[in-house]
């Protein structure tokens, strides 16, 4: 009897270690696949850029510094691997590209060309995107700390040898609630 009930408590750890392991598998996978999301919104918006810059080229008396700013920004995002330096570099060409849409307001020619609106469209559709992107990244990246910090799938997440997963976020002081 005594036998039987040891049997079933092993076959029911075994169950659970199981599901665990799974679900971590899983969520692993979101957060693989939510970064992987917000890399084809960045690496869509990159793309745009050099449109913008054709567009914008003809017309001389146009900021160019922005455009070349722009043009490094791009490159160091797509070659960067981590998440807040991505952001840093997403924060830095946003400030630009709003700028580059500003002062274009003083440039009615360039204003009322149809590439350019199109290219605004765009790029704000794009942006929207990556906002969207971000917040689901950092949900399922929260759902994934969260589980991977909560006991008894802690041990598990350890002996799979799991770290936290990193958020798209602003960097911030804040430390915690205290107790």
Known sequence: MVLAGVG????????????????????NNRVSNAWAQINVQLKKRSDLIPKLVQVVKGYSKYEKTTLTEITKLRTAIDN????????ELNQEINKLITRFFIVAENYPELKANENFKLLQEEITDVEDKIAYARQFYNDVVFK????????????????????????????????????
Do not use: H
Not at 80 to 87: E, M, P, Q, T
Not at 146 to 169: D, Y
């Open 80 to 87: 960067s691997k981590s998440v807040s330096k991505k952001y």
């Open 8 to 27: 079933l408590v092993i076959i029911g750890v075994i169950i659970f270690s199981i599901l665990v392991y799974n679900s971590f598998i899983t969520l």
């Open 144 to 179: 994934f700390n969260t589980r991977l910090q909560s006991f008894p799938f802690s041990l598990i997440g350890n002996i799979m040898g799991l770290k936290t997963a990193e958020p798209f976020s602003e960097k911030s002081d804040y430390k915690g609630v205290s107790f």
